[in-house]
């Protein structure tokens, strides 16, 4: 004989808010945008790194660029992940469709193109 516990982490005993979405569903739109944070910070820290840190670069002109790109590309990923989090966070209050991969298609793309212009760097370097 067993019975199913009751409680928080029974979906169907979880307590809500009218008007209030899921904390579930909130504290994971949350968790993907502190993900969005980390990623800007990371391009950042590489677009530091890559002007202070790394071995010089055959051309400074090179370097700065690389350096200014990646630190542009973690502003534009964290104005974005601010952008998608409250999107999301309007939908889970007021309905209506989610909000699209657009964004992530745009983080793709910028980690491929400095990954490009990296390995073109250290080609030009060697």
Same mark, same amino acid.
């Given at each position: 004989m067993s019975e199913r516990a009751s409680g928080p982490?029974?979906?169907?005993? #979880?307590?809500t808010v009218t008007g209030a979405p899921d904390a579930r569903f909130t504290l994971a739109n949350e968790r993907t945008f502190l993900a969005w944070i980390r990623t800007a910070l990371g391009f950042i820290a590489g677009g530091v790194a890559v002007v202070y840190i790394a071995p010089d670069i055959t051309s400074s002109l090179l370097e700065s660029t690389l350096g200014l790109i990646m630190v542009a #590309?973690?502003?534009a990923v964290a104005v974005l992940g601010v952008v998608r989090w409250r999107r999301t966070d309007r939908v889970l209050r007021e309905g209506g469709p989610m909000p699209g991969p657009s964004p992530v298609l745009f983080v793709?793309?910028?980690?491929?193109?400095?990954?490009?212009?990296l390995a073109i760097s250290i080609v030009v370097q060697n």
């Open positions: 982490a029974d979906p169907e005993h #979880v307590p #590309v973690g502003c793709v793309a910028a980690i491929v193109m400095v990954s490009i212009a």
